[in-house]
């Protein structure tokens, strides 16, 4: 139940609220959740309310743990191919040597991985769902990595789009690396293809 009132009186509890606050109240466990309009967007704010009314979650294996990983980075790297909405025939050619390499996978795990990244792609709103994965789990050389797995996608149909582009810049700010870190797998990649 959400109101805007002057003030939310409870049993227990009592609220003074300005004019642009929300408060809402769960009747079954009678807690109430105080949130400022002006300072949280409408997706944070829904996001709060989403955690507030879930069971807490219950620790991940390390299986469980290095599966999600795993479809994160592979996740990452689809964002990167399907940016131009094509899939070209080099980079469907060239994503299963990087996730090998990049993630250590054997070619029969690929197969998988990539349907269910494509599906986890799909479903995502944002980049901030995969790469929050990798800030937990990944040192920075880890992340360096990937970025470079990034780039080498993006150049493997000989140029490179916008959209590639822009995903690639985007993650690495995600992922906390300086701009340097990023040019330098960018230069990388080129340096390769030239010779």
Known sequence: MVRETDSIVSVTHRLTLHQHDIAVSLSTKNKYILIKRHTIGRLT????LKQFFEPAKRPLSAEEKTQQLNLAAASLLLEVVMADDIMTDDEAKMLPTLLTTTLGLSVDDIDSLVSKACDSQRRSTSLF????????????EQKQHLILAMWRIAYADGHLCQYEEQIIRRTSELLYLRHSELIQMRNLVMESKQS
């Not at 704010?45 to 709060?48: D, F, I, T």
């Not at 769902?129 to 920075?140: K, S």
């Open 45 to 48: 704010m829904l996001n709060k």
């Open 129 to 140: 769902d995969f790469t929050q994965t990798i800030n937990d789990n990944f040192n920075v």
